[in-house]
Antibody
Framework: QVQLQESGPGLVKPSETLSLTCTVS???????????WSWIRQPPGKALEWIGY???????IYNPSLKSRVIISIDTSNNQFSLRLRSVTAADTAVYYC???????????????WGQGTLVTVSS | DIQMTQSPSSLSASVGDRVTLTCRAS??????LAWYQQKPGKAPKSLIY???NLQSGVPLKFSGSGSGTDFTLTISSLQTEDFATYYC?????????FGQGTKLEIK
């Protein structure tokens, strides 16, 4: 059974870069390159927001609302993928989740496995 | 972006009740809709994908239906562990978007 675990600083200063890593275990074939991997965030008391995904070769798709500030990358040798969000403000304070996207007949569907989430607070 | 609107935003129900939650998309998303359950302080948990397919291990008391723009999640015979917030999500087009959630509370 796949497991995901987020890691990274819980406190980031305004204008700096938020960096998180998701470590994946239990993937079929022991390679994360066979799947699509997303970051999703949830501000306190609010709804979920998809940030973007990365796959296999490192290609990524981002939410246009964050596209100018975000990079998602993948390290298949270490079964990890990462999120970098630059120029953060208090509005970026949220629980950040990493998740795997279900794939059916080569199509990317919903999120079938999630990490436990990590709270990142933006504050000086 | 496709807007996902859930109703009601909160719902009070009793153990043993049958409840139906609604999700409406701002444009046709075919059947590219998923439902998640989230309990306080926990990550969302996949319940249903492709409108009506149960995630492995999810009890049969959960069921989903709909197509196009209007979708429902029905929970039959509520138990205490079912009281949570439920989110719908479309994966028909980028960016993927979620509804604002329906909080199911014990009456």
């Amino acid at each position: 059974q796949v497991q995901l675990q987020e890691s990274g600083p819980g406190l980031v200063k305004p204008s700096e870069t938020l960096s998180l890593t998701c470590t994946v275990s239990g993937v079929f074939g022991d390679s994360i390159s066979n799947y699509y991997w997303s970051w999703i965030r949830q501000p306190p008391g609010k709804a979920l927001e998809w940030i973007g995904y990365v796959c296999c070769s490192g290609s990524a798709i981002y939410n246009p609302s964050l596209k100018s500030r975000v990079i998602i990358s993948i390290d298949t040798s270490n079964n990890q993928f990462s999120l970098r969000l630059r120029s953060v403000t208090a509005a970026d304070t949220a629980v950040y989740y990493c998740a795997r996207q279900r794939m059916v007949r080569g199509l990317i569907w919903d999120f079938d496995s999630w990490g436990q989430g990590t709270l990142v607070t933006v504050s000086s | 972006d496709i807007q996902m609107t859930q109703s009601p935003s909160s719902l009070s129900a009793s153990v043993g009740d049958r409840v139906t939650l609604t999700c409406r998309a701002s444009q046709d998303i075919s059947n590219d809709l998923a439902w998640y359950q989230q309990k306080p302080g926990k990550a969302p948990k996949s319940l249903i994908y492709a409108t009506s397919n149960l995630q492995s291990g999810v009890p049969l008391k959960f069921s989903g239906s709909g197509s196009g723009t209007d979708f429902t999640l029905t929970i039959s015979s509520l138990q205490t562990e079912d009281f949570a917030t439920y989110y719908c999500q479309q994966y028909n087009s980028y960016p993927y978007t979620f509804g604002q959630g329906t909080k199911l509370e014990i009456k």
